[in-house]
């Protein structure tokens, strides 16, 4: 192989890499898996006056559970179907203008 081709395969690996790497569902299912556990410990620890307010609804609990499955399911996807790059359209090998 020439060295043109080797450039170009190491450069299609590394668009490859930065496809995964930037993948909204991770940033997204991260977000929500670190906000899930923050709100959840909030609910966990929740005082009778805190329920009381929220008339003995333990909505923290509830909402970071929520949460929680929502992360999971976002880093789930992504592992299931992860991100491919966008396929390198070949041009013509032609140099002047096409008639």
Known sequence: MSDYQHEVEELE???????????VRRI????FVVYGVIVTIA?????????KKAQDININLW?????????????LWMKLRP?????VEETGATDGPAD
Not at 13 to 23: E, M, N
Request: no cysteine.
């Open 63 to 75: 909402t970071g559970l929520g949460m929680l499955i929502l992360g999971v399911l976002f880093l």
């Open 83 to 87: 991100a491919e790059a966008p396929a």
């Open 28 to 31: 997204i299912g991260g977000l």
């Open 13 to 23: 690996r590394k668009s490859a890499t930065a496809a995964r790497l930037f993948d």
């Open 43 to 51: 609910g966990i620890t929740a005082s009778d006056a805190d329920l």
